[in-house]
């Protein structure tokens, strides 16, 4: 795709400066945001891929907006930089996997097609044989009863699984409908590195892990740099349901009939009768990415050392396989949509008049479409000590279609903010809604859930679904359209009929909340009993 094929109003605001930025400050907000994202989304940037010339123009843009807004900068050396080392590692599509039975019945995987994933070990090649073990959902949580390594030894073998949870309507068991970090991928590949696995395999099903396979397909990945003391898995992946079908029908089994089993209570793991074989040749590259921060001192000499944290990723997914004739995968709503939000936030907050007591850091982070690697880092390196931080608000992939007159900020009832926010939202005439996507797990899908696992406060916030003037399943079909044709591919562009009027109800509702927080008595933290709150007290909040 080339320039000219962007939608006029993106192709109008963008020619309006010889460097492709707006020559001009819009009016009103919502034109501010829209500019953003025009930008931010334009094929100048080529998806923003972290370690890209795409990257650069992307943190520079960031910066001279956070500096024109009058942020002071709170990164490295006196810039808005922080730098955030990464590991690239790019698996080889020459890479080979093999099942084979004892009676030497075989079947062999695409790299791609069939199987894709990344090394952990950061070493430039990799080779497993061993026994596949099923282990259901790979789950060990003891407060629920529920084991799926009871009694198996997997050091040294190959684990196959499903993403996601058994099922559940009681919120005691399993969150209920909500899905918890159980049932998130990543826990299933940091277990199975705990218990010593060789390698890990997540049979795919769009109905487990809540988006198509091509989602998981690219080979490309990147880490933060490995702790050489800590077990890393020789190759985290996926197989195809396609490929789950012939692994699993060599031990007689169907996807359909492994998950119904992974699903029942009382499951136990049992060997496939099959040897896993993998030969994965890994390009290695280290590469520094950066976070993008900007700060608003407080007005209070006692709290200004004390700060909100508003946070947004800048990344996608930069230039890649080719959809429809297209390879840029621009990231419209994913989310240069969060980055414009975050902007109009720092503008709007830097103006604010009488200032807040305590201070507001603004950061644009890196690398969470590679697992939330930037906002990881920076809860490592945190440009103020988490134990002074308040609150984390953070915002990722909102669609622009209209004025919402309810709100998502799923987790924020697990804290103490919790009456802060509902007041907010009374007063700002928003419901609060349920997140329909929480059998998603879709709370520890964002850059928040670094911060709240670190034991930050912190949410993110979204339109719900109720829209000024739409009908009742306005939004919740968008959602799915987009979802369906758009998610993590070059077609997730801006759109000429996109309506940014809605995103100035979320900045003005996120920076009273902010406001809130900020002019509080006493710092937020978690709710007794929660799963974050001991990483709370550790980092000495009172």
């Known amino acids: 795709m080339t320039l000219r094929t962007l939608p006029l109003v993106s192709a109008a605001l963008l020619a309006a400066a010889p460097n492709g930025r707006p020559a001009d400050p819009p009016a009103t907000a919502a034109e501010r945001m829209k500019a953003h994202v025009a930008y931010l989304a334009s094929d100048r940037l080529e998806g923003r891929g972290p370690g890209t010339r795409g990257e650069e123009l992307t943190t520079d843009y960031l910066a001279a907006e956070f500096k024109k807004a009058g942020l002071k900068p709170a990164g490295a050396n006196g810039t808005y930089l922080q730098p955030v080392p990464l590991v690239r590692v790019v698996t080889s599509p020459k890479s080979t996997l093999t099942a084979t039975r004892a009676d030497e019945k075989a079947a062999e995987f695409a790299c791609e097609e069939e199987f894709s994933g990344t090394s952990h070990t950061q070493a430039d090649l990799e080779e497993f044989d061993a026994e596949a073990v099923f282990v259901g959902h790979g789950i060990t949580a003891p407060e629920f009863g529920w084991d799926d390594y009871k009694g198996t030894d997997v050091k040294g073998k190959v684990v196959v699984l499903f993403t996601n949870e058994p099922p559940s309507d009681d919120p005691a068991f399993f969150g209920g409908k909500a899905l918890t970090y159980y049932g998130r991928w990543t826990f299933k590949f940091e277990e199975a590195a705990r218990r010593g696995a060789r390698a890990c395999f997540i049979v795919h099903t769009t109905e487990t892990a809540g988006y198509p396979y091509s989602v998981v397909r690219p080979l490309d990945g990147a880490q933060l740099k490995r702790d050489p003391e ?313």
């Open 230 to 542: 800590r077990p890393a898995l020789a190759f985290a992946g996926w197989l195809s349901r396609k490929a789950g079908e012939r692994l699993l029908g060599l031990a007689g089994q169907t996807v359909d009939g492994a998950l119904k089993a992974a699903d029942t209570k009382g499951f136990k793991p049992y060997s496939l009768g099959v040897n896993l074989k993998g030969n994965v040749p890994t390009k290695v590259e280290r590469i520094v990415s950066n976070n993008v921060a900007g700060i608003v001192e407080g007005s209070d000499p006692k709290l200004r050392d004390e700060v909100v944290v508003f946070t947004a990723h800048w990344d996608h997914l930069g230039v890649g396989r080719g959809v429809a004739g297209d390879t840029i995968y621009n990231g419209a709503a994913d989310n240069a949509t969060g980055c414009a939000l975050l902007l109009e936030l720092a503008r709007e907050w830097a103006a604010l008049s009488p200032r807040p007591k305590r201070s507001a850091l603004f950061l644009a982070v890196t690398a969470e479409e590679k697992g939330l690697l930037g906002s990881k880092f920076y809860a490592q390196s945190p440009v103020v000590p988490l134990g002074k931080t308040a609150l984390n608000l953070n915002f990722d992939m909102i669609l622009p279609i209209g004025v919402p007159e309810s709100v998502v900020v799923t987790g924020a009832e697990r804290t103490t903010a919790w009456p802060l926010v509902r007041a907010v939202a009374e007063r700002n005439k928003l419901e609060i809604e349920p997140d329909q996507r929480a059998h998603l797990g879709v709370y520890y899908r964002s850059d928040h859930f670094s911060m709240a696992r670190a034991g930050v406060p912190a949410f993110s916030v979204g339109a719900g679904s109720k829209l000024k003037g739409k009908p009742a399943d306005f939004a919740r079909k968008a959602a799915q359209e987009f979802n369906d044709t758009a998610y993590h591919t070059p077609q997730d562009e801006m759109k000429a009929d996109w309506d940014f009027s809605g995103f100035a109800v979320l900045t003005a509702f996120a920076i009273e909340v902010g406001r809130a927080a900020a002019d509080a008595d006493r710092l937020p933290t978690w709710n007794p009993g929660d799963e974050f709150l001991p990483a709370r007290e550790k980092s000495g909040v009172k």
